[in-house]
Nanobody, 124 residues
Framework: QVQLVESGGGLVQAGGSLRLSCAAS????????MGWFRQAPGKEREFVAA??????YYGDSAKGRFTIFRDNARSSVYLQMHMLEPEDTAVYFC???????????????????WGQGTQVTVSL
């Protein structure tokens, strides 16, 4: 069965960096677009970044600070985060896009499998 397992979250000071990892299994990883989302307490789940075989996509909060990349040989997708701010505090989820040919990469509705999330906390 499809499984997505995130890791790499933690507590970091403002201005610091973290790299999140998502290990996928149970399907042909290279055939699917992968995305990162985040959810802060009391807020809706927010698009952070996505990657297919050719392109990367970023939400406004991630542009210029975060980089998404993937290693198909390891069936993994990563989110490198720099210049973290307290506003980045959230649970970060990786997800598999349900159809890599159609459907917006920005919408949670288009993703069919999700990991359990990893907490990122940014302190002042």
């Amino acid at each position: 069965q499809v499984q997505l397992v995130e890791s790499g979250g933690g507590l970091v000071q403002a201005g610091g960096s973290l790299r999140l990892s998502c290990a996928a299994s149970g399907y042909t990883f290279r055939d699917y677009t992968m995305g990162w989302f985040r959810q802060a307490p009391g807020k809706e789940r927010e698009f952070v970044a996505a990657i297919n075989w050719s392109y990367t996509y970023y939400g406004d909060s991630a542009k210029g600070r975060f980089t998404i990349f993937r290693d198909n040989a390891r069936s993994s997708v990563y989110l490198q985060m720099h210049m973290l701010e307290p506003e980045d505090t959230a649970v970060y989820f990786c997800a598999r896009h349900g159809d890599s040919d159609t459907g917006s990469v920005y919408s949670t509705d288009e993703y069919d499998y999700w990991g359990q999330g990893t907490q990122v906390t940014v302190s002042l």
